[in-house]
């Protein structure tokens, strides 16, 4: 069975950074994406960032504009995003996904964490 175990997250000031962190396992498949999606009040679910095992290209959303990092490590079963220079508009529940294939894949996320809430006060 698929687990994702989520940590980090937090309050933090207009211009702050935190750290996600994602960590898959039980999964059997030799290629996979894994990388978060998130979620503000009242607004639609929308991807952030993405890496893939097969080619580790990173993926972000417009939105992100460099403030962003994703990487994975060495295993490639965790991700982290960096987040910096955050913005209140950058509050919301943010949830890792992970699925087989490449972030894009319809597979992508096909599994969901628990989600993690940041709060960025002006």
């Known amino acids: 069975e698929v687990q994702l175990v989520e940590s980090g997250g937090g309050l933090v000031q207009t211009g702050g950074s935190l750290r996600l962190s994602c960590a898959a396992s039980?999964?059997?498949?030799?290629?996979?994406?894994i990388g978060w999606f998130r979620q503000a009040p009242g607004k639609q679910r929308e991807g952030v960032s993405c890496i893939s095992s097969s080619d580790e290209t990173p993926h972000y959303a417009d939105f992100v504009n460099g403030r962003f990092t994703i990487s994975n490590d060495n295993a490639k079963t965790t991700a982290y995003m960096q987040m910096n220079s955050l913005s209140p508009e950058d509050s919301a529940i943010y949830y890792c996904?992970?699925?087989?294939?490449?972030?894009?894949?319809?597979?992508?996320?096909?599994?969901w964490g628990q989600g993690t809430q940041v709060t960025v006060s002006s």
């Open positions: 996904t992970f699925g087989s294939g490449r972030c894009g894949d319809s597979t992508y996320t096909d599994y």
């Open positions: 039980g999964f059997s498949f030799d290629r996979y994406a």
